[in-house]
């Protein structure tokens, strides 16, 4: 069985994401949603509510399983029994900090591979960042935000569609 890993903030869960997430389902046999403790940002959801967000949005997917970890990667994988990190590549700016990730994860785990799917074009530009910046702005996010998890977002946020 081939467990691959998906890491990340997921601060909130996008629809970017979520294109990784269906896409690497259908590769893999299973695919572990790591939530990623990461002491460096200061998250607007609590690691709780990024969980239960991606179930929210993963629920109809079989083979995903949605977990969190404040280990380092590469000895999470181990103990998950996962052989490959799934990561996805927006613009050329993800390819250096990914690339050397990839780079000591292998190193420090020989087993694990890192892989890259390609963003698809509409969410090329897309990072909870950005989302949280337009949110501010009371955009509508139907484009870039699961429609299930909207309303959480918005009442995070404390802001209504312009
Ligand atoms: P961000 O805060 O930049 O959205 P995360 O740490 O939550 O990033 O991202 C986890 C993984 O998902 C990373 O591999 C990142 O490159 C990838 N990712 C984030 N947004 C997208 C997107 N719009 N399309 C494809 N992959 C993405």
Redesign the pocket.
Known sequence: MKIAI??????P?????L??IRRAANIFDRLIVCV?V?AGKNPMFTLEERVELIRRVTGDIPNVEVDCSNELLAEYAKRRGGCVV?????AGS?FEN?FQMALINHKINPDLDTM?????SQ?????????KELGSYGVDLSDFLPAEIIPDFQKKIGKKPI
């Open positions: 998906y890491p990340g903030s997921f601060d869960v996008t629809s970017g994401h294109n990784i990623m990461n799934v990561k996805g590549l927006r993800d990914e890259f799917l390609t963003a698809e969410y090329m530009y897309l990072s909870s960042s950005t989302v």
